[in-house]
């Protein structure tokens, strides 16, 4: 029932856009925001019975994105609402204080300017003084934090707010901790916590309370008024991604978002995803390039490269990629020579801790064929490389259990888990470990995934400090991009190979899964690509559409689910 309904609403219940109502339907009290007004008046209509809620949950700016993005990603509207705000906690609306004057702070003094050694760095700040439109930022590996507060400083300026979106709450990002040191009482952080806490922040949001809303992925939705700039932080990380269908990307309801209120769109990032490299957008990036020397080898015996344990005995502080928890994988059952293999999945059986358990489902690792408990293990992960790395190295190695910068006098081992947004490092060393083992992948996107997280690890190599990349296939585009510093020809490279797999960059997929009526409404729709399977019994479409259809494909859609012919639509499903 993705469709609004009539009722009549008194005055004196003093609701509007957004406001949370009780109503009678199909006969039971249920709850549901009021839309607006409708000229379609139906000869009798049931009354509002009563208002939930004094605190409108969005308000006509929110709601036209809500409208955006249920036809972007054929979505139901009632579930978009539901995303605008936080659940509420009723107690906390007694609890508001006095509205807030509205009006924008002052801004703090300058720190050290960034965009000043930035190609089309004085546009930006330009634009964000009173502007709008859509740009990408690459940043030198030191000025990430300190160019979002630049930008955010350029916005405030103008008497306009900002909402700065990072991937990943905890630990805090160095650019979250950044902006509240610059910009102190004027940030709310809406990220994580309890729900109260959630709620309250929101609150306090609306209020006009905060100039810089910093936040994960919701805060896109933020009920921020005379908003100036969005700026997405670390811009291809999936954590920007929602994972519960509508599965909404910031990228796409932020451009729409500025787009609507005539904001500026940052997108920003160490390397770019193949979205926003085709977005055509003005890109800003420095005017010489700032990135370590990388030196790519082979990986050498059981993955150690002599140049790399030539290096280790002279580095202070250091971080070791490597993409593999662990000890190391079985490779053959002791008692019956068979290749080891899951007893309960056939997934890969690794030894982590002292223990050999299935990488994908974790049960502990028994012989698929004899039930046998003992393997011979080929070692290779980041348990292993603390090992060998130890021997050779001249201050201690260890992995780090959270994510963190390595100490003095400390090398650290981890994964793409442990490479998050910390803050200049400085480090001497960054070695980038089985990296062969990245680019294969799976996924359309999996190869620049890879290449986003080695490159914010080397980004953490002081400038003098040395970067030595172990891969086999050292002309591969993702790992000249990695020694360049610079994805744009690996972006060409990849546009040309998602063309050819039938999703190219830029085009809207969708899986709509639905009865034996599906097949004939999809082959109505020009599109891109289109693959039909029956699973089960059921339809299965995978469709790539020019962003031209979406509204004919979204429209039919909801045609045939209100005839009972679907089942369910996923936007931008993982391929
Ligand atoms: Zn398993
Ligand atoms: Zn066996």
Partial sequence: MDRPFTYDLASELGAGVGSLVRFRFHGSLTKGWIL????????????VQRVVSAVPAFDEELLALARWVAARYVAPLATVLDRLSPPRVASEEDAVPAAADGAVGSTPPPASPVFTAYREGQALLATLRSGSGGFTVRPAPDDEGAAAAEAVAACLAGGRRAIVLVPEATPAPATVTLLR????????????GDRRTRYRTWLAIRDGAADVIVGTRPAVYAPVKDLGLIWVARESHPGHREERSPMTHVRDVGMARARGVGAVLVLASLCPSAESAAMDLRHVAPVSRR???V??????????????????????RGFLFTPLRGYGTAAVCRSCRAPAACASCGGVLRLADGAIRCAVCETPGRCRVCGGGSFAIRRGGAERVVEWARAVAGVPVREPGRPRLPRAREILVGGAGDVRDLGP??????????????????????????????????????????????????????????VRGDAARFHERERTVRAAAGFPVGSAVFRAVG????????????????????LEG??????????????????AMRTLAAAGGLERVDAEPHL
Avoid at 36 to 47: C, E, F, I, S, Y
Avoid at 538 to 555: H, K, N, S, W, Y
């Fill in 291 to 293: 990135w370590p020397k």
């Fill in 36 to 47: 607006g007004p409708t000229d379609d008046v139906p000869p009798r209509m049931l009354p």
């Fill in 538 to 555: 059921r339809t299965v479409c995978l469709l790539a559409l020019e962003p031209g259809q979406i509204d004919a494909f979204g429209a």
């Fill in 295 to 316: 030196e790519v080898v082979p990986p050498g015996p059981e993955g150690r490269a002599r140049r790399l344990v030539q290096a280790l005995p002279e580095v202070r």
């Fill in 515 to 534: 009865d034996d009526r599906l097949p004939a409404v999809v082959a109505a729709i020009p599109a891109i690509t289109s693959l039909v399977t029956t």
């Fill in 425 to 482: 490092a400085g480090l001497d060393l960054v070695g980038v470990l089985d990296a062969d083992l990245g680019l294969r992948r799976p996924g359309l996107a999996g190869r620049e995934r890879a290449l986003a997280t080695w490159m914010e690890a080397v980004a953490w190599a002081a400038p003098a400090g040395r970067v030595i990349v172990q891969a086999e296939a050292s002309s591969d585009p993702a790992i000249q991009a990695l």
């Fill in 181 to 192: 040191e610059r910009f102190g009482p004027r940030v709310a952080v809406f990220a994580g």
